[in-house]
């Protein structure tokens, strides 16, 4: 009787000890253990001169002034990070000028979860924000994928007249661009489970990165040097499917992707 009574306690005290280690990987179970670098916003380029950038920037604007884009950025990523300031008048000098036109929107199908294709098509929340601003200008949109690194070769083109999450470092004098649109810092990321809680702790360890950011990685030589190794991955998904699996020990991503897979 005392050994089945035991057996039982085990089995419910195995039990409770299991629920949490289930609890975090079913939301991800991944935490941010240090900044890498500082402020790397979002942005929307334009060809140099370009009138879109008026058109599209004033109804970005009109739109952060409801729940839209906030909404928006809550369903995507967990919390607001809705950079641009609010204003309902914003598209009030437009109006009279605005064209009935079709938009050739650059997107990088990497960049999850800004933009990715999935059977339903193309989608991320960069798909729903320039969405949401071309209905409201009454304007068709074409997307175009494309990489995010070539933005201005694809501007310049005209293979594109707008391209999306143009990040603080991409931004060139060939270019014009909205206002900041998502809030966005470099971090460092490890799995919940793992006993990495601050930069330190990967030292000798695997660090994986996306080759768009190894430009960003090689701004801090000695840390680079203090790893063990350097994995790359060509998209974002692949990024923390390498980290859930153990592949590498931790990895440098934007915070705005950290907040995605982390929700």
Known sequence: MRRTVKRALCLMLCVVMLVPVCACGSSGGFRVIDD??????????????????????????????SSTLRAASVQWFGENLIAVDGDQDAMEPYWDSVPSREVIVGIDLDNMPMSFQSNLGYEGFDVDLIGQICNYLSWNITF???????????????????????????????????????????????????????????????????????????????????????????????????????EVDGVLASSIVAAYYMK
């Open 144 to 246: 175009y994928p494309i990489s995010i690194a070539n933005a201005e070769v694809e501007l310049n083109a005209g293979n594109i007249d707008i391209a999306m999450a143009v990040p603080s470092a991409g931004i060139t004098d060939n270019m014009d661009v909205s206002p900041a649109y998502l809030s966005s810092r470099y971090v460092l990321v490890a799995r919940f489970g793992s006993h990495i809680r601050r930069r330190s702790g990967l030292k000798g360890k695997a660090l994986g990165v996306t080759v768009a950011d190894e430009q960003v990685l090689y701004q801090n030589e000695k840390f680079v040097q203090s790893l063990g190794s350097v994995i790359y991955q060509t998209n974002t998904e692949g990024l923390f499917q390498a980290l859930m699996k153990g």
């Open 36 to 65: 890498y670098s500082g402020e790397s916003n979002y942005y929307i380029a334009f060809r140099k001169g370009d009138k879109l950038k008026d058109y599209v920037s004033a109804a970005m604007k009109v739109l952060a002034a």
